[in-house]
């Protein structure tokens, strides 16, 4: 399975990007996926994470009420839906499973927020 990130970009504080990711293979439906961030410095992090079927969702407290994760099994593709950008937010924005063993990294998409 490959991954490959999209939808970065350059924005001001307080705009809006989405972010999406697709995967080739045909487990991505069967797979608990997240979107992962790394800022400069700092390591990886989980910022979202989707079941299966879409059902269930949770978020990182520092993103919560303004990302909204979503998938489409149809299209082998997940979003993000990124609101009220902070300058924090900038980072590298990766998608993979949530266990472990993870699908090799894909690229990532550069996200950055200007102040």
């Known amino acids: 399975v490959q991954l490959v990130e999209s939808g970065g970009g350059l924005v001001q504080t307080r705009g809006s990007l989405r972010l999406s990711c697709t995967a080739s293979?045909?487990?991505?439906?069967?797979?608990?996926m997240g979107w992962y961030r790394q800022a400069p410095g700092k390591q990886r992090e989980l910022v979202a994470t989707?079941?299966?079927?879409?059902?269930?969702?949770n978020y990182a407290d520092s993103v919560k009420g303004r990302f909204t994760i979503s998938r489409d099994n149809a299209k082998n593709t997940m979003y993000l839906q990124m609101n009220s950008l902070k300058p924090e937010d900038t980072a590298v924005y990766y998608c993979?499973?949530?266990?472990?063993?993870?699908?090799?990294w894909g690229q990532g998409t550069q996200v950055t927020v200007s102040s």
């Open positions: 293979g045909s487990t991505f439906s069967l797979r608990t």
């Open positions: 989707i079941t299966s079927g879409g059902g269930s969702t």
């Open positions: 993979n499973t949530v266990a472990h063993p993870r699908l090799p």
